[in-house]
Nanobody
Framework: QVQLVESGGGLVQAGGSLRLSCAASGSILDINTMDWYRQVPGKQRELVATITSGGNTNYADSVKGRFTISRDNAKNTVYLQMDNLKPEDTADYYC??????????????WGQGTQVTVSS
């Protein structure tokens, strides 16, 4: 069984920084893309940042220049460094990854979410 466990959320003042981590564990054969999404209650979940297995990255326009996604393939971990945070970044942040476990098919996996609150 594969699990994604996030950490690093919390309360921060506007202009501050947080670093989210998401570690994948279990019988992992390979990991393809890893992403961070966020969701505000009552709104659709939105893609924040993506990183491929080769290290190519893509960001939502709203976070470009402020957030940085990275990954450590040896640790099966993805990070989201969030700088110059704004109140509108307040949301629940979810880790997502496409993983092949054992010798099974590629599947989508989600973390449980971590809350980020930015005060003005």
């Amino acid at each position: 069984q594969v699990q994604l466990v996030e950490s690093g959320g919390g309360l921060v003042q506007a202009g501050g920084s947080l670093r989210l981590s998401c570690a994948a564990s279990g019988s992992i054969l390979d990991i393809n893309t890893m992403d961070w999404y966020r969701q505000v209650p009552g709104k659709q979940r939105e893609l924040v940042a993506t990183i491929t297995s080769g290290g190519n990255t893509n960001y939502a326009d709203s976070v470009k220049g402020r957030f940085t996604i990275s990954r450590d393939n040896a640790k099966n971990t993805v990070y989201l460094q969030m700088d110059n945070l704004k109140p509108e970044d307040t949301a629940d942040y979810y880790c997502h990854a496409i993983i092949r476990a054992g010798w099974g098919p590629w599947r989508d996996y989600w973390g449980q979410g971590t809350q980020v609150t930015v005060s003005s």
